[in-house]
């Protein structure tokens, strides 16, 4: 063929040269080039095409490559513009190739001279597409950077509501704190819906960002399911990842836990209700960078993670919530006509700031009363629907209310019976629970109160019942009592009737449908005579003063009623008619202080299991006491009061309370006060204690011993063995004993026995040595008062194995007390249970620890208080101060021999003591001149200082790099000013000063 060809071109190119003559010669030589190039083309083509197909498959190849590279990386980086471009040249360099190829596969086995341009045309073709290929193939190599890191997409949320309301700005502070902490990496705050946490995140993010904290913020609203891996694809696609193709979720764990390795980022999960694991959505620890923020409205949900701090989102306080609504309002909240009713309408927003702005744009601009009055009507009623925003908290209500379980659900009903904004005794709660048997059915009142109190927990960590600041005390927070009354009026076993601030009280026809009937409070001086109460199971009259008497026959339709609460009203008689009140299993009278006796039909109250007759003019225990033979829990009080006349005039001639006692079987809670002073209660008191001692089902106690001999008896024979039992003071759910005669036995403590993890609270006043019995009692106690012991010179003496459960403790002018924990139990463990320690008008005291202090000793401490302890003169050692890392609260008072408060240790390393100290109070102390003598010292956590009366305190060792969480120095100015300090750190602790007076309160 190749003969041929050559034959072809040689013949062409004769008759070409045979045409031309002279000065075409040198032409025709370029012609015959250009021909033999042709030539070659149309000979080498099955060539050309070979080395475009070898160069096509490397191009291919390497577009491999770099696909899968992308794909590899396709978390963290993103193609570059320039590696996009050359993917879009190699397909089409593709397609052109795809071409050729198929015509190649046309042309390769035919011949003849009309197939030779063709061929001629196509190796060209090739030709040139091979040097294409070849140019873009090194335009590309796997060590050219055709990555780059992928933009992270941004969560646009609405512009965070502006937070000029102190109460917020603190919460976001406090997170921010938090995130600063390298030791923090997962944080949670919990609320009750509405009540800013959003707002908070929010605000948080746009903090972070503003301050280029964090490389990535990543916000996440959980879906309500919680779906884990719902979550991962919300976190994959703010990091720009495509989520399609990826269905597993151990795959899409890995993908985030390798794109968030190196990096800072700061992960923000909003509206959690259920656990989340972090490791199984890709949130490991190894991320040494990394934050995370979980916003929910339980706390047993963040108590159910890997979290190390969590934190309450309360509520506005009044001030802010004022602020917060005057500012959205406008004007027209000063307007005299409109101030009153203004205020009620906030009270009904509940301190909550989505609320108070919905509410606040509802009224904005408006300045009629009567248009303020209709609002204040609407968010009154359990109807809350006829106001729209009104109806999102009551479907966050319903939707919390819906998860509880049954019995849950209607005590938190029974809780809206008690009025808006009322502080409820939790006890007091509990018990009635009980009586309505919503809990405890056929358990013992220790049973019950143990359910009940684990009620009460669950509902506040639900947010449905706020802690009150005395930890004895619930509320239901007004907002969500409006939204449970709706729910109680829709429930046919659970209508509530109560008093509208319109009415007197409720008209006799309403009584009659009534479950609850609460009056409590509400001016109420009459009572209908005979009102036909078929339903009702409980009825709250208590605080009603001119309520004076009770119709004969009040008590006759009422065959369900099983509470009745008269308490601090003015009744004088009990009606006869009680005796109906078959069902009532509780009775409450105390603070009735005209009432001298009870009726002898109460005798038949068969079911009545609670008595309360405190404070009345009832005296002590009477003969019908001991035939209520389903009585569990009686309360009693012998007292000097001379408004209640038969205290004092009472004699010897009533029946014995010893008997009465023999008598009550089934006691399982008794409760006696008496004063000290009491000259009856001191002869008849050994007598009953003896008796007490013999109830077999007691399990709470409160009882005056005025002698220790009268406690000796009673440990006596609680330990004696009766059937094979042994009972003593570790039987006892709660006990308040007080034990010999104090004018301060029964003053208020400093402290809150409810705040402890068990409430047995002993009190021994003016007592010599150690008796058997305080050791006995004191070996349970969670609280112990010392007052006035005449001769324990340590205080450890009364045994560290006696006082392992003692978590609040109190000493108070024990004048021959030298120390607390002595040189005697030097390597002891002491109060490793201790959280509160108060230390009061001990004149011979030199020293809280004499000797070394072994580690452990106060492990638990967060309180410590001085006053007049005028022999001490330094109050934390170095050694002592190294257990000291939970202390957050110091107060020395009128301790004049205190010269350094905090001793200043000879070996390094004191900078990370006293980690937790928050607020330092240094009052009357007029021999301190140092708190600490080295700078070195980190106050890590404090953020409040008070100074009164410390003229000798001339230095201040805080400044703005060893105290950065300061926040308050409450001082006097003259003192300020007399301070050595140099001019930078005055000018910077200057801006947390507050200058008061030596009167201050604090």
């Known amino acids: 063929m190749s003969n041929r060809l050559e034959a072809i071109l040689t013949s062409g190119a004769g008759q070409a040269a045979g045409s031309l003559v002279g000065p075409v010669t040198d032409a025709g030589k370029g012609i015959y080039s250009c021909l033999k190039r042709k030539y070659d083309y149309i000979k080498h083509w099955e060539h050309n095409f070979k080395a475009l197909e070898n160069e096509a498959n490397y191009l291919f190849s390497r577009e491999k490559d770099v696909k899968k590279e992308i794909e590899l990386n396709r978390v963290m980086m993103e193609p570059t513009q320039e590696c996009l471009t050359w993917l879009e040249e190699v397909e089409m360099k593709s397609e052109h190739f795809k071409d050729l190829n198929s015509r190649y596969e046309i042309y390769k086995g035919s011949c003849g001279p009309r197939q030779l341009f063709t061929r001629l045309n196509l190796s060209k073709s090739f030709v040139k597409l091979t040097n294409s290929v070849i140019d873009l193939k090194d335009r590309m190599s796997l060590d050219h950077k055709f990555l780059r890191e992928r933009p992270v997409e941004r969560v646009h949320k609405s512009s965070p509501m502006k937070i000029n309301v102190s109460t917020l700005c603190k919460n976001v502070e406090k997170l921010i704190e938090f995130l600063k902490d390298s030791s923090i990496t997962k ?31 990543i916000w996440v609203t959980v879906p309500k399911q919680g779906d884990p891996f719902l979550i991962q694809q919300k976190i994959l696609k703010q990091l720009n990842v495509k989520v399609d193709g990826i269905d597993d979720q151990h795959h899409a764990a890995t993908l985030i836990s390798n794109a968030l390795e190196n990096r800072k980022y700061l992960l923000l999960l909003d509206e959690v209700t259920s656990e989340i694991n972090f490791c199984d959505i890709g949130i490991s620890s190894s991320h040494m960078q990394g934050k995370v923020v979980v916003a929910t409205r339980e706390r047993n949900i963040c108590d159910s993670m890997e979290l190390n701090e969590d934190f309450q989102v309360d509520r506005l306080s009044r001030e802010d919530a004022r602020k917060l609504f005057r500012d959205v309002v406008g004007d027209s909240f000063e307007h005299p006509g409109i101030r009153p009713i203004a205020e009620k309408v906030l009270k009904q927003c509940g301190d909550l700031p989505h609320v108070i702005k919905a509410v606040g744009i509802h009224l904005k601009g408006r300045r009629t009363e009567d248009f303020w009055r209709n609002t204040l009507s609407k968010l009154q009623s359990p109807n809350m629907g006829q106001l729209k925003y009104m109806e999102e908290v009551f479907t966050a209500f319903r939707l919390i209310y819906e998860e509880l379980e049954e019995n849950l659900k209607n005590c938190l009903l029974y809780g809206a019976s008690f009025p808006e904004d009322y502080d409820i005794y939790r006890d007091y709660l509990v018990e009635c629970w009980k009586a309505e048997q919503l809990i405890g059915i056929d358990h013992t009142l220790r049973e019950a109160c143990e359910e009940g109190n684990t009620n009460v927990e669950n509902l506040i960590d639900k947010c449905l019942f706020d802690r009150c600041k005395n930890a004895k005390y619930v509320k239901m927070p007004i907002i969500f009592r409006n939204s449970a009354l709706r729910v109680a009026k829709s429930h046919q076993n659970f209508d509530i009737l109560f008093r509208k601030d319109e009415e007197i009280y409720p008209s006799v026809e309403k009584w009659k449908d009534a479950r609850v009937i609460s009056l409590m409070k509400s001016g109420l001086h009459e009572l209908p005579e005979n009102p036909e109460c078929p339903s009702v ?20 339709c009422m065959p369900t009623l099983k509470v009745i609460d008269l308490c601090e009203t003015g009744i004088k008689v009990i009606p006869s008619s009680i005796c109906e009140l078959t069902s009532l299993r509780g009775l409450y009278l105390n603070g009735c202080c005209h009432l001298m006796h009870l009726p002898d039909e109460v005798e038949k109250l068969n079911n009545l299991e609670i008595l309360d007759i405190r404070n009345t003019g009832i005296h002590g225990l009477q003969e019908v006491m001991g035939k209520l033979t389903s009585l569990r829990c009686l309360r009693v ?86 059937n094979g039992t042994s009972r003593n003071a570790g039987d006892f759910r709660s006990f308040n004993i007080f034990v010999g005669s104090h004018h301060e036995s029964h003053n208020l403590p400093p402290f809150d026995v409810f705040n402890c993890s068990g409430r047995r609270y002993l009190v021994y006043s003016n007592g010599k040595g150690i008796p058997d019995g305080i050791k006995d009692v004191l070996q349970t106690a969670n609280a112990f008062r010392l007052i006035g012991h005449q001769d324990v010179t340590c205080f450890t003496d009364f045994g560290i194995h006696n006082m392992e459960f003692l978590e609040v403790c109190e000493v108070k002018e024990c004048n021959a007390v030298r120390d607390i924990v002595g040189d005697n139990v030097a390597g002891t463990h002491a109060f490793r249970m201790l959280r509160e320690l108060y230390l009061f008008e001990l004149q011979q005291c030199n020293c809280i620890c004499q000797g070394p202090v072994a580690s452990g000793t106060f492990a638990q401490l967060t309180t410590l208080s001085l006053c007049e302890c005028r022999s001490i003169e330094k109050v934390i050692t170095t050694d002592m101060a190294k257990n000291l890392r939970k202390l957050q609260h110091l107060r020395i008072e009128k301790c004049c021999r205190v010269k350094e408060v905090i001793e200043t240790g000879s070996q390094a390393g004191e900078s990370d003591l006293l980690p937790k100290l928050q607020t330092l109070e240094l009052v009357s102390l007029e021999g301190v001149e140092i708190i600490h003598a080295e700078d070195c010292f980190e106050w890590l956590a404090l953020q409040q200082v008070v100074i009164v009366e410390c003229e000798k305190l001339t230095s201040f060792c805080l400044n703005k790099t060893n105290a950065t969480k300061l926040r308050s120095i409450k001082c006097s100015e003259a003192w300020w000013g007399s301070l050595t300090l140099d001019d930078q750190v005055r000018a910077h602790l200057q801006a947390f000063c507050f200058f008061i007076d030596h009167n201050y309160s604090i």
């Open 637 to 722: 009080s012998f007292s000097n009061d001379s408004s209640i006349q038969n205290h004092v005039q009472c004699n010897g001639a009533d029946v014995s309370p010893s008997e009465v006692c023999k008598q009550l079987l089934f006691l399982e809670e008794l409760a006696i006060e008496a004063n000290p002073p009491h000259p009856r209660w001191n002869e008849i008191a050994p007598e009953i204690a003896v008796q007490v001692a013999q109830l077999r089902n007691l399990s709470a106690l409160s009882f005056y011993f005025p002698t220790i001999q009268s406690l000796q008896n009673f440990t006596r024979t609680r330990n004696s063995r009766k």
């Open 187 to 217: 944080v949670g705050i919990w609320g009750m819906p509405g009540v800013g946490k959003t707002t908070i995140l929010e605000t948080l993010s746009f903090e972070v960002e503003k301050n280029q904290m964090f490389d990535i913020v």
């Open 537 to 556: 199971s409980s009825i709250f009259l208590q605080k009603n003063e001119n309520l004076l008497t009770i119709p004969a026959l009040f008590f006759k």
